[in-house]
């Protein structure tokens, strides 16, 4: 595993090793040893799994407060996405910073979001699927999101938007004087 910091601290593209020869390949995709290279010791509590029917769909953007706040790793399995983390960590020199990368079946990235960071995507492609790993569960009342389209982030979206849920459109937007969430 290859471990790409992003410049936003803690924050890193995972790339796979895949060994592959006329059958296919191989790749491991998480493996506790290699990420305590990067400070991770938290064990991984849950894999989801989204499937995004149309191209153009944004979800997001979504974060979980403390005490559920979580370390998650994305992958696409299939189609592509344009993948978006935003720092939300109060006294943290990248504050309200985003970054953003093509995950896809066939670049096997990962995107590895600290504490205290929003996530979303974008689909590239039609029928696309993420798995997420996380090392917290599910915690509602500890769920906080702001919009996609938030100006004091500027995401730069890829793609015309074509759908967002109702939920995800109707988060609020965030406030100049935004002070961070950790």
């Not at 593209?13 to 390949?25: A, F, S, T, V, Y």
């Amino acid at each position: 595993m290859i471990f790409i910091e992003l410049g936003l601290a803690g924050a890193y593209i995972i790339q796979p090793e895949p060994h592959g020869d006329k059958r296919g390949k191989f790749a491991r995709l998480v493996c506790m040893d290699e990420l305590k290279k990067i400070g991770h010791s938290k064990e991984i509590t849950q894999v989801n799994y989204s499937l995004t029917r149309k191209k153009g769909t944004v979800r997001g953007m979504h974060f979980q407060y403390a005490p559920a706040k979580e370390i998650k790793m994305v992958k696409c399995s299939r189609g592509a996405v344009f993948d978006v983390i935003v720092d939300l960590r109060k006294d943290s020199p990248t504050l309200l910073q985003w970054h953003g990368t093509v995950l896809s079946a066939q670049n096997m990235k990962m995107m590895y979001v600290p504490e205290g960071f929003a996530h979303g995507f974008q689909t590239l492609e039609d029928d696309c699927e993420l798995l997420y790993f996380h090392t917290e569960y599910y915690s509602p009342e500890h769920e906080g999101a702001f919009r996609y389209d938030d100006p004091l982030m500027g995401i730069d979206w890829p793609e015309e938007i074509t759908e967002i849920s109702q939920r995800d459109n109707l988060h609020p937007l965030l406030q100049e004087g935004f002070r961070g969430i950790l």
